[in-house]
């Protein structure tokens, strides 16, 4: 089972420049960025919703939502600055650069998250093996940027 979640991580990560290249050419043609990743929010809701119905989901529990601190509702707002981030740097930094610094920010936030147990999460604490994999990811962006 953890080898099916490892390939589910790798094919999500996959698609992430993919998904990029596809909305930079939606934000050319209409003519903004933040408008691409609208319609791209937009047409991925339509999807999750499909998705949703298709899978029989209940919709009974959606009232809970509504008891969730309000900071859980940002989640959203953080994933249309990440899409609308990605469309302006993709451009300008090319994948691969755009990419590295992003995976290079997730994975230091992720250790100081798993490390403390911040929002919730399992706590996970830091090791030198942890810290020598972000060293590694870091020399990496460096090594895509300067070559």
Avoid: C, E
């Avoid at 094919?11 to 420049?17: D, T």
């Avoid at 933040?34 to 929010?41: G, Q, T, V």
């Avoid at 300008?92 to 610094?101: D, H, R, T």
Wanted: aromatic share 8%; hydrophobic share 60%; net charge positive.
């Amino acid at each position: 089972m953890k080898v099916l979640l490892l390939l589910l991580a790798v094919i999500a990560g996959a698609v992430l420049p993919i998904q990029a290249a596809l909305n930079v050419k939606m934000g050319k043609a209409v003519g903004d960025p933040i408008y691409a990743a609208l319609i791209s929010f937009v047409i991925g809701s339509v999807g999750l919703l499909i998705y949703t119905l298709a899978m029989g989901v209940d919709f009974s529990g959606i009232s809970q939502a509504s008891s969730v601190n309000w900071s859980v509702w940002t989640a959203g707002l953080l994933g249309a600055f990440y899409v609308g981030a990605v469309i302006i740097l993709v451009p300008k930094l090319g994948a691969a650069l755009a990419f590295g610094v992003i995976v290079a920010g997730q994975l230091g936030l992720s250790l100081i998250m798993d490390h403390f147990g911040l929002l919730g999460i399992p706590i996970h604490s830091v090791n030198w093996q942890r810290i020598s994999g972000i060293l590694l990811i870091i020399g990496g962006v460096l090594l895509i940027r300067n070559f």
